[in-house]
């Protein structure tokens, strides 16, 4: 079992700067992928970016693509979403999810962490 807890949601102004957090904890080491999704309302939840454990990661909305970075701390078995020049069109809720090893699918989500950007 392995227990997520994002962090760092709040409201903000475009063009300003956020970096979102999610620390895992439990069996960590059975964490491959780290990667963040958001939905926003009235929306499918959409693939943002994910990492793994030795850092290539991929960017799955072209819209964020240079605008937002993924990166990951293995020792605190962290990932961290940085976002930049955010715009109103990024409010969401922001989840983290891990796929374990061997795994097809995302296994553990967070609660999400709420981020609303104003105009």
């Known amino acids: 079992q392995v227990e997520l807890v994002e962090s760092g949601g709040r409201l903000l102004q475009a063009g300003d700067s956020l970096r979102l957090s999610c620390a895992a904890s439990?069996?960590?080491?059975?964490?491959?992928?780290m990667a963040w999704f958001c939905q926003a309302p009235g929306k499918e939840r959409e693939f943002v970016a994910r990492i793994n454990r030795s850092g290539p990661n991929t960017h799955g909305v072209d819209s964020v693509k240079c605008r937002f970075t993924i990166s990951r701390d293995n020792a605190k078995n962290t990932v961290y979403l940085q976002m930049s020049s955010l715009k109103p069109e990024d409010t969401a809720v922001y989840y983290c999810a891990i796929q374990t090893r061997g795994s097809p699918q995302y296994d553990y989500w967070g609660q999400g962490t709420q981020v609303t950007v104003s105009s």
């Open positions: 439990g069996r960590t080491d059975s964490i491959y992928y």
